[in-house]
């Protein structure tokens, strides 16, 4: 049987109903000519690459096929297998030609021709001798370990020229750049996702290093929590199966966790091995880099460990710009194998960069200038595209930083480990606003609280205008994680910074900030006070005609409709919330529409409404879907709980209430979260059959939650909630 490295004995099964057309032949790698390899373990998966491979030999005008691909991807094993599956198709069998101990291209007409057992009669023209014998076969060569031997490579379109029967599958990290030639990029085995996957046993890259593992261990049976850490090490080392051999190794000493963890810490340093049976080139990680490094011209090798410092891929622009390379340059390396592109962006293999970036930091000039215009790059990249959030451009914009958010985050740590005060100050702004809208909180906090603690010990940075701000976005995003004494301190002390410098516009924003704070608190005589003052302020100063400084101007307008909301003056708050609507319209700012909307649904509502406040929502509901504004939708959905609520559907409102407690809990919100519960609780009361149990808990880990913020004001009205359900 194909499968099969040696003979077995096989049994046919004889039964008088069975008629002899339904008896199975078998067939045996025995019956055709050929000197494939064995290997010591199965085959696992690539279900899908054997059956193109199959595909794609089966064409009269794919005759010679070039597997490529990294070093330690498979490029051999699949070759072997898949030969083996198809050797039927070639009558005068397959032949398996190794090069890699072929020093030079003028070798592999001989290594050939001994694979083929061929002897030369004459010295006169061996190639053609070749041809010659050739020529009538119905065969398939496959010349494993091409890459080193490229510039050989027009033997091959010889041979096929001139034996018409003849196919040839090449394994190589880098294409042969022939006319004649088809190209499959070998990909990475298949992993599960980073969290939630489910039968994770069904994905080849952990079947594969459960194989191993229990090769090398056979006691071993993963436990719960080794299988999380088995779906990390998949992760980590991308599916790659030399990798992922190399990682099952150690079992027998470390758990899984930690395999994982040194994997994290040390790269392709861990990923080492002591196998004696391979070439030296496949016996670790480091040794498959160096080969691919040694094949490169001085020119390729200053290109890759440029590449080293982006992180999650790039563009082609990023790569001019912070690598000073060219499209010709980087079309060599995906030609290599080196890099992958998908649309529209390369990417690098993990552990592949980590070795380039060694490589990087053994040039030091090289480092500090490729790692200063990385920083400058996407810290400029990034203000440019937040100042688009306030746009139309909103989700082209949040995309583009989306893809890039660990270059972002590598820019931003340079900026703050080298102190660079111009850079970090530029994209305190574009941090706030990218930040806030796309609801992540906690990340705001600790970003911004980071970056103010070191600025707090150096005078230059808290001299400069920006400082303030700094101070003033770490208090908004504690005060949105819930950590309330914190945020009112630093509002307080950014305001105080502010007026100090004159700075009016800086002042009223941060008013109105203290404003939303104080509301939250139902604190409502410094919410009106701060209000008053931030809206007095605008009134009498001339904005820029900067989006960002218009957006602060609706961000007060809306504060103010809410205070007004809240005090029931339901007048004046629709004419602000009209007003900042009309501005926000005017800029095309959809996430400001939609917060705006909700807000005008709720004056709506609270005045009974319940029709048009439903129909704003709804309204509402779609841009914040647009947007992907998940903290809009989350109170949206806790106000179309209260319609269903004072419609006696409270079914359905637990329902919505529930998906609100869902979105709170994944932003970190901890303060709205506790509010959540509480709403669920009370819902839980007014069914037609209460059901206390489940209210009380509610109750109880709302309390938890307020304790844990400290907010008093929230255990207060949570404990005489939970009063009034005894």
Not at 79 to 98: C, K, M, N, T, Y
Not at 643 to 666: C, F, N, S
């Amino acid at each position: 049987l194909k499968d099969l490295g040696e003979p077995i004995h096989i049994f046919g099964l004889q039964h008088p109903d069975l008629l002899g057309e339904q008896r199975l032949s078998l067939q045996s790698l025995a019956t055709y000519y050929h000197n494939l390899p064995t290997f010591a373990t199965p085959f696992i998966g690539r279900e899908e690459e054997l059956a193109d491979l199959a595909q794609l030999l089966s064409q009269e005008n794919c005759r010679l096929l070039t597997l490529t691909g990294p070093g330690g991807i498979g490029k051999t094993r699949l070759a072997v297998q898949s030969a083996a599956q198809l050797i039927e198709r070639f009558p005068d069998g397959v032949a398996f030609i190794s090069l890699s101990t072929t020093p030079t291209s003028n070798q592999i007409l001989s290594t050939l021709a001994e694979v083929l057992r061929f002897n030369f009669y004459q010295p006169e023209d061996p190639a053609r001798q070749l041809q010659d014998f050739l020529h009538s076969r119905h065969m398939l060569l496959i010349m494993d370990n091409f890459e080193h031997l490229v510039d050989g490579s027009a033997l091959l379109s010889d041979l096929l020229n001139h034996a018409p029967w003849l196919k040839i599958l090449v394994t190589s990290r880098e294409c042969l750049h022939l006319p004649e030639e088809c190209l499959y990029d070998v990909r990475a085995m298949g992993i599960p996702p980073i969290s939630g996957a489910s039968e994770l046993e069904n994905y080849s890259a952990v079947k594969l290093f459960l194989q191993n593992a229990r090769r090398v261990h056979p006691g071993f049976h993963p436990s719960e929590t080794d299988w999380h850490s088995i779906a990390e090490i998949c992760q980590r080392v991308e599916g790659l199966p030399m990798a992922l051999e190399l990682a099952s190794g150690w079992v027998r000493t470390l758990t899984c966790a930690e395999i994982s963890e040194q994997i994290s810490k040390q790269s392709f340093e861990f990923l080492d091995g002591n196998r004696s049976d391979r070439p030296v080139r496949r016996r670790s990680l480091r040794a498959a880099f160096d080969y691919s490094w040694n094949l490169l011209s001085e020119e390729g090798r200053r290109t890759l460990r440029r590449l080293s410092v982006f992180r999650g891929g790039f563009s082609l622009e990023a790569a001019q710009a912070v690598a000073a390379t060219t499209p010709a340059q980087l079309a060599g390396m995906v030609d290599r194998s080196l890099l992958r592109y998908t649309s529209g962006r390369y990417e690098i293999n993990e552990a592949l960069r980590h070795f380039a970036h060694q490589k990087l930091e053994e040039a030091p000039e090289d480092y500090t200038s490729t790692e200063r215009l990385h920083c400058e790059y996407y810290s400029y990249r990034f203000i440019e595209q937040a100042n688009k959030l306030l746009s139309r451009s909103h989700m082209q914009a949040m995309q583009e930083i989306f893809v890039d958010t660990e270059n972002l985050r590598t820019a931003k740590d340079c900026a703050l480990e080298h102190k660079c005060w111009d850079l970090i100050g530029m994209g305190i702004n574009a941090s706030f606003v990218f930040l806030e809208l796309s609801g992540r909180a906690k990340e705001g906090y600790e970003s911004f609280k980071r970056m103010l603690d070191v600025a707090l010990v150096e005078s230059d940075a808290m001299e400069s205008k920006w400082f303030p701000w700094l101070v003033m976005a770490t208090g908004w995003f504690a005060f949105q994680i819930g950590q309330h004494a914190e945020g009112l301190e630093d509002l307080n002390k950014s305001l105080e910074i502010l007026r100090a410098r004159g700075d009016e516009e800086g002042t009223a924003y941060n008013l109105a900030l203290l404003a939303s704070y104080y509301l939250s608190l139902s604190s409502f005589e410094d919410a009106g006070r701060c209000l008053q003052e931030s809206l007095a302020i605008y009134s009498r100063i001339s904005l820029p005609n900067e989006r960002l400084s218009q957006a602060r101007q609706q961000f007060t307008l809306y504060t103010a409709g809410q205070y007004y909301l809240q005090t029931q003056q339901y007048a004046l708050a629709e004419q602000h919330a009209q007003v900042a609507l009309s501005s926000s319209e005017q800029m095309g700012a959809r996430w400001g529409e939609g917060r705006i909307l909700n807000l005008l649904a709720q004056i709506a509502m609270f005045q009974h409404k319940l029709p048009e406040a439903e129909n704003i929502w709804r309204q509402a509901q779609q841009i914040a879907n647009e947007m992907g504004d998940r903290r809009s939708m989350a109170s949206i959905y806790s106000g179309l709980g209260q319609v269903y609520e004072w419609q006696g559907q409270i079914e359905k409102a637990i329902e919505t209430e529930l998906l609100v407690l869902q979105i709170y809990r994944q932003l970190g919100d901890d303060r709205l979260s506790a509010i959540a519960m509480n709403n669920l609780a009370y819902f839980h009361l007014l069914l037609k059959e209460p059901d206390y149990p489940q209210a009380t808990q509610f109750y109880r880990d709302s309390l938890d939650l307020f304790r844990l913020i400290q907010d008093q004001h929230g255990l207060l009205f949570t404990n005489y909630d939970l009063g009034q359900a005894y």
